[in-house]
């Protein structure tokens, strides 16, 4: 590659900032929520990693997502998701629209098999869906998959535990998400680009996904069925 094509390239990245010109419309993927996506100014960023951090898993956090899993899902594009708390509910996400066959469900070993499976999921396009290990990520390690979003220009969410507020993120969205009724969410904006820090929505988010197992309580081996990515595989 050229350097003037290294340069253009550069410049039509959404986290590039050019003095005295007006910034790029901001890529966004529709939430399916009209008032989400008023206040997130479009939608959810499609080249950057966002973070959501539930007061406790479950609360409905995943619900959130449905849509814009749905949507992806619908053309043909593969969404992944990376050491989920709970056995995903096949029913209820086939209910909900989802295409079963363009979902792939990866378990790491460690920190590190974590870190690779995520950055080549953001790379190869497909959506992420990723949830912290016990050794929360390093910010080098966020700012390495933030940056892998903005060159593939990939959306990715990371579910993060509410104690990961007290530490800095890279991230481009924040969002906590917090539950006191049933398919009600309030979401507290922590960190966005233009948006002052504790603006609130509350969401309806309607017939919620309920029916969910812990990967602890399932009688069968809960590996079978995944991918093992001791040793790369993802791309095969």
Not at 35 to 61: C, H, K, N, R, V
Not at 134 to 157: E, G, M, V
Not at 189 to 205: E, F, T, Y
Request: aromatic share 6%; net charge positive.
């Amino acid at each position: 590659m050229t350097k003037p094509e290294i340069i253009s390239s550069l410049l039509t990245r959404q986290d590039t900032w050019r003095g005295r010109s007006r910034r790029l419309p901001r890529q966004t993927l529709s939430t399916g929520h009209q008032s989400l996506d008023l206040l997130l100014q479009g939608g959810w960023p499609a080249a950057a990693l966002t973070e959501l951090l539930p007061q406790q898993m479950g609360i409905g956090e995943l619900s959130l997502l449905l849509p814009v899993i749905r949507e992806h899902g619908s053309h043909s594009h593969l969404c992944l998701w990376l050491d989920p708390p709970y056995q995903p509910y096949a029913p209820a996400l086939s209910a909900a629209g989802i295409a079963l066959n363009k979902l792939l469900v990866v378990r790491s070993k460690n920190a590190r098999e974590w870190l690779w499976a995520a950055e080549q999921s953001i790379r190869s396009g497909a959506l992420l869906l990723a949830w912290a290990r016990p050794q929360a990520p390093s910010y080098a390690d966020l700012r390495k998959l933030q940056l892998a979003a903005a060159d593939s220009s990939s959306a990715a969410f990371l579910f993060s535990p509410i104690k990961a507020l007290a530490t800095p993120s890279p991230v481009t969205l924040r969002l906590e998400l917090e539950s006191q009724e049933v398919n009600q969410l309030l979401l507290s904006v922590r960190k966005m680009r233009g948006v002052a820090a504790g603006m609130q929505l509350q969401l309806s988010l309607g017939e919620s996904y309920k029916q969910r197992t812990q990967l602890t309580q399932l009688p069968a081996d809960r590996h079978h069925g995944y991918i093992d990515i001791s040793t790369p595989r993802l791309n095969n």
